[in-house]
Structures are given as C-alpha cells and as structure tokens.
C-alpha cells in the first residue's frame, strides 16, 4: 500500500496561488494514479483533478480548468497541485487519493480510490 501527505495549504486572498503537494511513501508511486479532491463544510466530497501513473494523461473539474494544474514527479514520489487565480469557494480542504495505475475507469468518482492523505485545509478570502 501507499501512505499519502499532503501540504501547502493555507490562508491565500482572492486571486491569489498555493501549490499543494502530497509525499508519497510505501509501495512504488509510479504503480498509482493519482488525483486531487477537496470538500467545503457541508458538501460533498468533490473531484478537482487526476493524472495517470506517467503523468501523460490529465483530467480536471470544469470549474477548475484553466486555473489549477496537476503534475507528479515519479523521481522524487511527489504529486502537485498549482492552483492560480484562486476564488473564495475554492476554500476547502483538499485531500490527494491513489488507485492502481489498472484502474483507468470513474476517476472522478472518490470511491474509486484506495487511498487517502489526511488533507490540507485551503482558505481563500475575498
């Protein structure tokens, strides 16, 4: 299995960037796809972002596209998450989750991920 940990949260104003990482440890990173999920008080978990186990393949919520970008570093077990342009209902806290890199199907759904880091909380003042 794989242990996750994120970081990089933080308080940030409208309009502002944060990049978010999540260390992995355990078994090879570079066997997991990986995505980026957040949830506000009150909501649902909700998909933000993921990227294949080679980091080819990119995947993003609508409301975040042309704003938040997902990359990983197989070398150093580390995934990404820059976030530019940042809005208050962004706020939020984000966790990054892993699945088999076997696993291409539903990656937008948080049930289909296996594992989890413990989030890091995002606030974005207006």
């Known amino acids: 299995q794989v242990q996750l940990v994120e970081s990089g949260g933080g308080l940030v104003q409208a309009g502002g960037s944060l990049r978010l990482s999540c260390a992995a440890s355990g078994r090879t990173f570079s066997s997991y796809n990986m995505g980026w999920f957040r949830q506000a008080p009150g909501k649902e978990r909700e998909f933000v972002a993921a990227?294949?186990?080679?980091?080819?393949?990119?995947y993003y919520a609508d409301f975040v596209k042309g704003r938040f970008t997902i990359s990983r570093d197989n070398a150093v077990n580390t995934l990404y998450l820059q976030m530019n342009s940042l809005k208050p209902e962004d706020t939020a806290v984000y966790y990054c989750?892993?699945?088999?890199?076997?696993?291409?199907?539903?990656?937008?759904?948080?049930?289909?991920?296996?594992?989890w880091g413990q989030g890091t909380q995002v606030t974005v003042s207006s």
């Open positions: 989750a892993a699945r088999w890199y076997t696993m291409t199907d539903r990656k937008r759904a948080p049930q289909s991920y296996d594992y």
């Open positions: 990227i294949n186990w080679i980091g080819a393949s990119t």
